[in-house]
């Protein structure tokens, strides 16, 4: 089991940063894959970066060069750190480990106002 609890979300003006933080109960240094999605009204969940044990890290097109997803296996923690915010970004962030199973957090809400 793994439970995840995301923080960091907020309103932001267009332009703005914000950094998401996912907080696990177990070490994520023994865990696959961690990444952020996120879900918009009327949307379907959207994978937005990951990064694996190896430190691996892959992208959606429209976050490339403007979101940068880490790790700290010290504090069991995963970040977003988002600079250039758009109204596009808005939505709900979940955070997602891969370990045998799916587990997510319970989102974390993003709000960009143009």
């Known amino acids: 089991q793994v439970q995840l609890v995301e923080s960091g979300g907020g309103l932001v003006q267009a332009g703005g940063s914000l950094r998401l933080s996912c907080a696990s109960s177990?070490?994520?240094?023994?865990?696959?894959?961690m990444g952020w999605y996120r879900q918009a009204p009327g949307k379907q969940r959207e994978l937005v970066a990951g990064?694996?044990?190896?430190?691996?890290?892959n992208y959606a097109d429209s976050v490339k060069g403007r979101f940068t997803i880490s790790r700290d296996n010290t504090k069991n923690t995963v970040y977003l750190q988002m600079y250039m915010l758009k109204p596009e970004d808005t939505a709900v962030y979940y955070c997602?480990?891969?370990?045998?199973?799916?587990?997510w957090g319970q989102g974390t809400q993003v709000t960009v106002s143009s």
């Open positions: 997602n480990a891969r370990h045998g199973s799916d587990y």
């Open positions: 177990r070490s994520i240094f023994s865990i696959n894959a």
């Open positions: 990064i694996t044990s190896g430190g691996s890290t």
